[in-house]
């Protein structure tokens, strides 16, 4: 088995499996995927042939069960009954060769450094706004300066804008 260093994954179900946490005897679908490829800092995608095989637990309590729904829609089940998440169910989901992100980060447990994996489905995340051209005109007059005294770009000098005369104000006949 080897070690995975921290960071995002992307991963392929080979099989899932309803079933019970061994201390707490907590329901769970646990997946197990193929880790077939990582994700490099500038987010490429490097494939992983031959890769190690790792579980995702996903527990369901009355905190994480909506979490739990989500990941599951997610994946595309649109079921109501959770034993249709069992792969012995008559009628039960195929989760097989579904593809989704993963993350690995390190953790003890038991006195132990052990990997810990999830999936990263997209939720969960804030939904942005992007700045229209209106707030990015008022971003770069607020800080403008900012900006480019520590760019490591330089701009080409250009000569100033000509500027326009000030209008004349006409003076007044005193001799009314």
Known sequence: MSKFDEGRYRGKIVKWELSE???????????TFAVIGYYTPSRELM????SDERTVFKFFTEKTIDYVLEDLRRLGWDGADPAELSPTHPN????AGKECDLTCEYEEYEGKQ???WNMGLGG???ELTPL?????????????????ATSAKKTPSRPPA??????VAAEADETL
């Open 132 to 148: 229209d051209k209106k707030g990015v005109a008022a971003l770069t007059a607020r800080f403008g300066d900012k900006f480019k």
């Open 21 to 31: 946490s061994k201390k707490k005897q907590t329901p769970q679908i646990a997946f």
């Open 114 to 116: 052990r990997e810990r």
């Open 47 to 50: 494939a992983l042939p031959g």
């Open 92 to 95: 039960a989901f195929d989760f």
């Open 162 to 167: 000509p500027q326009a005369a000030a209008p």
């Open 124 to 126: 969960g995340g804030l």
